[in-house]
């Protein structure tokens, strides 16, 4: 008996999920694909829709808001009084586009729907990404809550920790007059801290403080709304996949940010985090936690089963290539998990070397 693919995880439960759709241009497409998994009332117009919702009780209402944008913006004045109402609040709201202006994308980013599609796009994208935000907003728990559930606890081998701090404090010692070159050219070249700190996810949950030398700008953050918006910075996909992913070729990064990035110095200060326990020299890479909300299945949780890492498996393997997919990256951390050995973690230290002179398309 095969595994199910990730793309048919959520089809059965889809039939009991509830639709608003609103709009006619796309609407016989839609329905093509979406009729047989999800129940959906089609509303033709943005008053209908409405009119549709306010005659709902709490126990009606639909799961997914699903409405194709128009050029005069009716839609986005729509969604500020849904969001406005506590009773619609926590509807998931997904919007369909034939026009790739970026002030609509603009619009719906600032509006903070959960997601924007652009036609054409694959419509089996569009009913997974349904399933996926609907099995999500019912599942999604809190890592704090999760980690205490943690029925299996990863122990750092004795000999795995020794190497740790053997490894990490002699890097530190050596490579500090390169850390205090690239403090001082950080501090000269833009304001702001020299460290940049997140929160990460690592072992069995864990969130930790996460240290880089910082490569962008004080006002990344703010640059990020419009930026995302851009032509010039899209999915090379064309729009064809959901609109919200990450920039290419970021303007955010900083001249010098750049360098310690293609370079990975700005991982250096990660070594600091080796020492405190935070991470291991190799393991599974810790993600950022709106992404490890999103991998508690049994498939992915595996992963946290093992130590979060400076690198790993698929830093040596595929890293720079565009044929290393999310699930293959997965795949790896949890064969990671599951076959850790000491002469396995020496075997990645050695060809992490020259895996880090790889460029890394992100």
Not at 141 to 163: F, N
Not at 243 to 261: E, H, N, S, Y
Request: proline share 4%; aromatic share 10%; glycine share 6%.
């Amino acid at each position: 008996m095969t595994n199910p693919i990730a793309t048919e995880w959520n089809e059965n439960a889809g039939s009991h999920t509830k639709i608003a759709y609103a709009g006619s241009d796309l609407k016989d497409l839609v329905s093509t694909e979406l009729d047989p998994f999800f129940q959906i009332s089609y509303n033709s117009s943005l008053t209908q829709l409405e009119e549709y919702l306010g005659n709902q009780s709490i126990l009606t209402l639909p799961e997914i808001i699903l409405i194709e944008v128009d050029q005069n913006g009716e839609c986005f004045e729509l969604i500020e009084r849904l969001k406005g109402n506590f009773l619609f609040n926590g509807l998931i709201i997904v919007l369909l586009s034939l026009s790739n202006d970026k002030d609509l994308k603009q619009r719906a980013t600032q509006l903070k729907v959960h997601d924007f599609y652009i036609y054409p796009f694959p419509l089996s994208d569009l009913r997974e990404r349904l399933n996926f935000l609907v099995k999500f907003k019912l599942i999604k728990p809190k890592l704090a809550e999760i980690s205490k559930e943690v029925d299996i606890q990863y122990h750092m081998p004795v000999g795995k920790r020794l190497m740790d701090l053997v490894i990490s404090g002699l890097m530190i010692l050596c490579l500090s007059p390169i850390m205090l070159l690239i403090v001082i050219a950080i501090k000269l070249g833009s304001k702001g801290p020299v460290i940049y700190k997140s929160k990460r996810v690592g072992t069995g949950y864990k969130t930790f403080d996460f240290y880089k030398f910082r490569s962008m700008r004080t006002d990344a953050d703010k640059m990020l709304v419009e930026l995302s918006t851009q032509n010039q910075y899209a999915n090379e996909d064309g729009g064809t996949k959901a609109a919200f992913v990450k920039i290419k070729d970021d303007p955010r990064v900083t001249k010098l940010g750049k360098f310690l990035r293609n370079s990975s110095l700005d991982e250096l200060p990660q070594l600091f985090n080796i020492l405190l326990g935070d991470m291991s020299l190799v393991g599974n890479r810790p993600l950022p936690v709106y992404e490890a909300e999103m991998l508690t299945s049994n498939e992915w949780s595996m992963r946290f089963l093992g130590p979060a890492g400076l690198t790993g498996l698929w830093q040596i393997t595929k890293r720079g290539k565009a044929d290393m997919s999310e699930r293959e990256r997965k795949k790896l951390d949890n064969f990671y998990a599951q076959n850790y050995s000491f002469w396995l973690d020496w075997k990645i230290l050695i060809r992490t070397v020259p895996a880090v002179f790889q460029k890394e398309k992100v």
